[in-house]
């Protein structure tokens, strides 16, 4: 029996098509070396948001990049979702660089910074709120049009503190692993990713480099890097 697809649905296997015979005639060997392994260098934790594709934005091939990605890439240490991905991705694929990567725009980080009552992810974006109480006399100081911009780069900073300070990261810094976990911030209107100036290895010490990115967040240095 013949089985009718919405015609929306169906255009995505017509795009899978046209994808992968593009990429069949461009690099032969693509899916047989991809089906081999997976050792991607970067893990990039990020917003679900539809206009925020990991490897579009830094212009990685799959395999390239790992990706978890939730509402206003939160990473609480509760969430076994979101620490399950980073234990594979450090201990597993061995990855150098974690990216926490906040957006402008970002429509969760909006939802908490306006009390909005959004439904269930509520609770979800009370993680959001953590940020927004911790700062508020700094976001209190900003003209009201900056504060969300400015909340969205916190978060990122803030669950980057997060990411370090998980067991996980403890242990691989431990052991001597090298991996550098980074903040960063998508610019949706430029699409240019934003450096926040947080970078930690292990034996770095962690609190003073926090600081030291609020700071440079503060001063509006953030920046693409040259």
């Known amino acids: ?49 539809s206009r925020v594709p990991a490897n579009e934005v830094i212009d990685l091939a799959p395999g390239e990049v790992f990706v978890h990605r939730n509402v206003a890439n939160v990473m609480p240490h509760s969430d076994m979702n979101s620490l399950s991905t980073l234990q594979f991705a450090v201990d597993v694929l061995r990855v150098q660089h974690i990216l926490v990567v906040g957006h402008y725009g970002c429509g969760g980080v909006k939802a908490a910074l306006d009390g909005a009552r959004v439904g269930l992810v509520d609770n979800w974006l009370g993680h959001v709120g953590d940020v927004i109480e911790r700062h508020a006399a700094r976001l209190a100081a900003l003209p009201a049009e900056q504060r969300w911009d400015r909340l969205c780069e916190l978060n990122a900073l803030e669950q980057a503190h997060n990411v370090c300070r ?61």
């Open 166 to 226: 998980t067991t996980v990261l403890q242990d691989a810094w431990a052991r001597g692993q090298h991996v550098e976990v980074h903040a960063c911030c998508y610019g949706l209107k430029d699409g240019l990713l934003r450096d926040l100036g947080l970078a930690v290895r292990g034996g770095q010490a962690l609190a003073e480099r926090f600081v030291s990115a609020l700071a440079f967040v503060d001063h509006g240095a953030r920046g693409a890097i040259r």
């Open 1 to 49: 029996m013949h089985q009718e697809f919405d015609p929306d649905y169906a255009a995505l296997f017509d795009n899978n098509r046209r994808w992968v015979r593009r990429v069949n005639e461009t690099r032969p060997d693509f899916f047989p070396t991809l089906a081999r392994q997976q050792a991607p260098k970067y893990f990039w934790i990020g917003c679900a948001d």
